[in-house]
């Protein structure tokens, strides 16, 4: 085990006082793949490979300071063969410097700063190639071990989900009157007559930037149509940083703190005493 947030294995999982929690994440995401459709079981067809799959447990913390049980069923996509399985891969992660921007705008203009996820973001994407995966451990439907999960859309671990989850967002936002900024294809601007909205894409976490709130609303309402979302409100934390505001002052605030104290606690470093060493210039 890394730490207390991280278990590596199913077993590990299985083990103490917080196992029926983890029983229950993983619950929930079976429900996310039934109800996405992600997967069916069937025969194995002739010269298909089985991949394999394993559990990833996370306990994260929400903006509010309360812990979730996280559990996702990952595919071995390590098994895939580049040029023969897939063909291209992606990453999904709106630029650094762009967000520091945005969070500049949001501030100059004292526009509207808000969060959603989206909830299993790489189940929504389709998938032309056959795949084929053994069926879950410990989630075996009985007297039918011998059949295998054939996908229908994409899954976590798979070379090619993060591509096919881009094409489906960004077919969305096109459709939506989004366009793509050229220096950061995962910023998104519409514009209308008196204002505009952005929509800044990290994986499954978007930052949505607006000086009318009921224009918002209506784009929070149109992606919960189309994707599951969870709507998070006021930002309160990107890519490990928290964020605090104050619109009255015209003041935002990013801090690490957490993800220093995370990082100094994985590697047992939290009881060391800081020191500030100053540099004599000359």
């Known amino acids: 085990m890394t730490n207390a947030s991280e278990l590596e294995h199913f077993a590990e999982a299985m083990q103490g006082d917080e196992s029926i929690k983890w029983e229950l994440a993983m619950g929930d995401e079976i429900k996310s793949l039934q109800k996405n459709k992600t997967l069916s079981l069937t025969k194995l067809l002739e010269g298909k490979k089985v991949l394999q799959n394993r559990w990833v447990y996370r306990l994260k913390e929400e903006p509010d300071g309360s812990k979730r049980y996280k559990a996702r069923l990952i595919v071995k996509g390590f098994q895939w063969r580049q040029g023969i399985d897939f063909t291209e891969i992606f ?39 056959e795949i084929f995966m053994a069926q879950l451990k410990s989630f075996e439907v009985q007297g039918k071990e011998n059949i295998v999960c054939k996908f229908h859309k994409s899954l976590y671990g798979l070379k090619q989900t993060p591509r096919q989850w881009y094409k489906k967002f960004n077919e969305f936002m096109r459709n939506s009157g989004f366009h793509k900024c050229e220096e950061d294809h995962y910023c998104n601007v519409k514009k209308y007559v008196d204002n505009y909205i952005i929509l800044a894409l990290y994986v499954d976490d978007m930052l949505i930037v607006g000086a009318n709130m009921s224009e918002i609303d209506k784009l929070k309402k149109q992606l919960s149509e189309n994707f599951e979302m969870k709507d998070l409100g006021l930002a309160k934390k990107i890519l490990s940083m928290r964020i605090s505001r104050d619109r009255s002052k015209g003041i935002l605030n990013l801090s690490q703190e957490k993800y220093i104290e995370k990082f100094l606690s994985m590697f047992m470093l939290e009881m060391l005493k800081p020191r500030i060493h100053l540099l004599e210039l000359t």
């Open 91 to 129: 990453s999904l992660v709106v630029k650094m410097t762009t967000i520091r921007v945005i969070l500049s705008i949001v501030v100059v203009e004292n526009l509207y700063l808000e969060q959603l996820d989206v909830k299993t973001a790489f189940l929504h994407g389709d998938l032309k190639e």
